[in-house]
């Protein structure tokens, strides 16, 4: 497998979940994060973005410039981390996500910009996906100030392909996504 290096975003509002931390939720006795983090044992570097909390295992920890300005400021603070030519970005709330979907997002960006995973409505999740370092910074030198600008306008543009529909994609937005 290709190397890669891991940005893990973890530091929204988590405003529909009452201001409790996303995070840090658990399920099935693992916190969401904890669950991400143990997805991507295999990165040369694992970066969080967000507050310093207590995890599984040894990461580094940044957060975006500004405090709370979004995720596309988030993804640049993350891959001012490491150096791998693959970066797999993943949100802190993908529960099912595991070791072998990092593979095939890996092993899935070929000669592309990048490979990430369809939910299980067909969603396209640019949070659950592999890109290019040097595709992800010219696109962050495209869209200038990364302070509250859309991950698709990020995105746009970028040469992508998306998996089969999975669970692995499937993210947490609300108390409901939690159910098995």
Known sequence: MV???????????????????????VLDGVSLLDRVLTATFAAESTVV???????CRPVE??????????PVAGIAAGIAVGRAPIVVLLSCDL?????DEITDLVDGVGERDGFGLLDTDSREQWLAAAYRRTSLVEAL???????????????????????????AGDDVDSWADLDD
């Open 141 to 167: 030198k495209r869209v200038g100030d990364p302070r509250d600008k859309s991950v698709r306008r990020l995105f746009l543009g970028l040469d992508l392909a998306w998996s089969a529909p999975s669970r």
């Open 95 to 99: 529960p099912w996500i595991t070791s």
């Open 61 to 70: 920890w940044t957060m975006e410039n500004p405090p709370s300005g979004g």
């Open 49 to 55: 973005v967000g507050p310093e909390r207590a995890v």
């Open 3 to 25: 190397e890669f290096d891991a940005v893990v975003l973890a530091g929204g509002g988590s405003s529909r979940f009452g201001g409790v931390d996303k995070a840090m939720l």
